[in-house]
C-alpha cells in the first residue's frame, strides 16, 4: 500500500540569462524550500559551462535575497550576472559623444 504523501508542493521557476542563451527551468518543490535548493535541484548552472554561481548575485522577482530565503508557489528565482560595463558609465559616454 502506497503511503500518501501530504507535503504541500509548489511551482517555481529559476532563470538565468547569458547574451548568448537563456534558460528557465520549471520545477515542483515541497514547501518549505529554498533558494539555494531550487538552484540546486534545477540543474541550471549546469547549463552553462564555466558560469560561477555567486551567492550575493541571486534574487526574486527582480529584488535581491538570501540563498537561504524561503520561497513561496509562483516565486521566480534568478540568477544574476557580473555586468561587463557600468550603465551609469554607458550613458554618461553617450551623452558626451551626442555633445561633440
Do not use: H, W
Not at 10 to 39: F, H, S, Y
Not at 75 to 81: K, L, S
Amino acid at each position: 500500500m502506497a503511503v500518501a504523501d501530504d507535503r504541500q508542493m509548489m511551482r517555481i521557476e529559476v532563470v538565468l540569462a547569458m547574451p548568448e542563451k537563456q534558460a528557465i527551468v520549471v520545477l515542483e518543490l515541497a514547501a518549505g524550500a529554498t533558494i539555494a535548493d531550487a538552484i540546486s535541484q534545477s540543474g541550471i548552472i549546469a547549463m552553462f559551462g564555466g558560469f560561477e554561481l555567486d551567492p550575493a548575485k541571486v534574487g526574486l522577482f527582480g529584488q535581491l535575497a538570501p540563498m537561504e530565503q524561503t520561497l513561496r508557489d509562483g516565486d521566480r528565482v534568478e540568477i544574476y550576472r557580473s555586468l561587463v560595463a557600468d550603465p551609469k558609465e554607458i550613458r554618461r559616454q553617450r551623452a558626451l559623444d551626442q555633445n561633440r
